[in-house]
């Protein structure tokens, strides 16, 4: 009896995408809420054959998946073209987690964490649109015998302190400018950076590297690193700060707390604002 065509044997999946399927997820739910993310990312409205090539779906299937989700109001169709947009139950879902998230029960863990991870004291702050500072709200500190912290409620300048030149650095070059030019740059230690292009210099190196390094700027002998925390519209509110004496927070640290704290933002800017950096 001759062999079969190994060829015949062998059958494409229809398409790369919609065969792989994590363990453990029910398929047609998972499609389901890919789509409704590829729909939320439009950013207005999207057509059937852009959704479905998106996510790699048959035209047919994505058409029956989009027709139960706007039966349970998830999604509607507008306009003549029939696009596809979110529906208003899906604002009521999202909604009642906006209501019941809160931030220090969401990050302090992850505070506690990052300590044990670094050593050093962790910080969680605030920025206060009102005057520009950055504000202090949760802390854990390390367990070394000497370590340095600042008190819950302490104010942190905007251009001398890690979270307040991450914040700083989420600014666009003219509102840091105006900015600048209202508040001025006090200078606290001989490494503060007192003049405007020294700053700028610095908040572009914070861009591309993605944290900030407060180097003895604020106090003499303490050392910080910070990345922001953005919300669910990408805008920076709140920054996680690693602070420690320049005798444990050496140079070839840096970038390995740097890392730490990009990582722990990430986790927190997704966990509460579901937007990923």
């Known amino acids: 009896m001759p062999a079969a065509d190994p060829a015949k044997r062998r059958k494409k999946p229809a398409t790369a995408r919609a065969s792989a399927q994590p363990a453990g997820q029910v398929q047609s739910l998972t499609r389901g809420l890919t789509l409704l993310e590829y729909i939320a ?60 998230r809160n ?26 649109h009102s005057d520009f500072q950055a504000t202090i709200i949760d802390q854990v500190q390390c367990t070394a015998l000497m370590r340095m912290s600042a008190p819950i409620g302490g104010r942190l300048p905007i251009h001398a302190s890690g979270a307040g030149k991450a914040f700083l650095a989420s ?23 007192a003049s ?18 407060d180097d003895e700027e604020h106090a003499l002998g303490l050392r910080c690193v910070a990345a ?17 004496p320049l005798s444990r927070i050496t140079d070839a640290r840096v970038t390995e707390l740097g890392a730490l704290v990009i990582k722990a933002a990430k986790e927190v800017t997704w966990q509460y604002g579901a937007t990923r950096l």
């Open 103 to 128: 931030l220090l029960t969401l990050v302090h863990p992850l505070l506690r964490k990052l300590m044990e991870d670094s050593g050093e004291t962790v910080n969680l702050a605030v920025l206060d």
């Open 171 to 193: 600014l666009p070059d003219e509102q840091v400018t105006r900015l600048l030019h209202k508040k001025g740059l006090h200078g606290y230690t001989g490494h503060t950076l």
């Open 196 to 213: 405007p292009g020294q700053l700028k210099d610095n908040l572009a190196l914070i861009r591309r590297q993605g944290y900030a390094f």
């Open 228 to 244: 922001c925390i953005l919300d669910e519209h990408h805008q920076p509110f709140a920054a996680i700060s690693i602070s420690g």
């Open 41 to 100: 990312k439009a950013n207005g409205s999207v057509a059937l054959t852009d959704l479905a090539q998106q996510a790699g779906l048959p035209n047919s299937t994505t058409h029956r998946l989009l027709t139960t989700m706007q039966q349970q109001g998830f999604v509607r169709q507008v306009g003549d073209l029939g696009l596809w947009t979110i529906g208003a139950h899906a604002f009521v879902v999202g909604s009642s987690f906006l209501q019941s």
